[in-house]
């Protein structure tokens, strides 16, 4: 009998709702490398509400893997929304967003621009995981130009981005925001990203944390890391940003 009564609780704790908007996850089905099916994103809808959030916006791939059409997306997320609907899921379904990575293909979108939007204010960008595009950083100047704000999805995993360089403070003065994925806070992507990942918090440069859910892989690791007092505290420490959207 006492060993139930201490039993380490595995039920997830709603703690995101100190952010109340996760402003970054792949739950349209088959469309890049997230959610492969309607049940799928369905589950991980539960999971993102089980663990605090209000309100998602949904961010998939444009990228030359990933060529997506904007209206292929709207007619995929339309349909989503009902079966979550359906489904009793309770959280809101704020809007289709992306994730736009600069490529190959990225300056033919920006001649031509057509961009969703996080909550009709930013952009959502990406650069390579593997290594630094020759040019990015001109087609991000230029995207500036055009009056843009621009969110930089999870600088922690971009393994030549020198936090201690001056590249990423560059970036912070040209007044782009950083969003850091929470799984990388739990080690999800490896002990360097995650140490990358506290650092540049601390150093008060994060303006946004986002899930970056693809499928219920993630959203088991986001339950576990929903019983962490660390991520409890950092939250707690921290103000984000992801609660204006």
């Not at 209000?54 to 995929?76: A, G, L, M």
């Not at 293909?105 to 939007?117: E, K, M, T």
């Not at 001109?138 to 922690?156: N, S, V």
């Not at 560059?170 to 990358?196: D, M, P, T």
Request: glycine share 6%; proline share 4%.
């Amino acid at each position: 009998m006492a060993f139930h009564l201490f039993k380490k609780s595995t039920e997830p704790r709603p703690i995101f709702a100190a952010l109340g908007t996760d402003m970054h996850c792949h739950l349209i089905p088959q469309v890049d490398d997230g959610s492969k099916c309607i049940e799928e994103s369905i589950d991980c809808l539960r999971t993102l509400q089980a663990v605090g959030y209000k309100k998602v916006f949904v961010t998939p791939h444009f990228c030359s893997r990933f060529p997506n059409e904007e209206d292929d997306i709207k007619q995929r997320y339309e349909q989503l929304c009902q079966v979550a609907d359906a489904a009793g899921i309770t959280i809101e379904m704020a809007g289709i967003a992306g994730e736009y990575r600069v490529d190959s293909i990225f300056r033919a979108r920006l001649d031509s621009p057509r961009f969703f939007q996080v909550a009709g204010k930013y952009v959502l960008i990406e650069l390579s995981l593997h290594q630094q595009m020759m040019d990015a950083d001109d087609l991000i100047f230029d995207m500036q130009t055009r009056g843009y704000d621009l969110i930089l999805a999870h600088p922690e995993r971009y393994p030549y981005l020198n936090i201690d360089g001056p590249r990423i403070e560059q970036f912070l003065n040209q007044g782009i925001l950083l969003q850091v994925n929470i799984l990388s806070l739990g080690g999800f992507y490896g002990e360097e990203a995650r140490r990358r990942a506290f650092a540049i918090i601390e150093r008060g440069w994060v303006s946004f944390l986002g899930s970056d859910t693809h499928n219920t892989l993630y959203c088991q690791a986001l339950r576990d890391l929903s019983r962490s007092r660390k991520i409890e505290k950092l939250l707690e420490k921290h103000q984000f940003m992801n609660n204006t959207l």
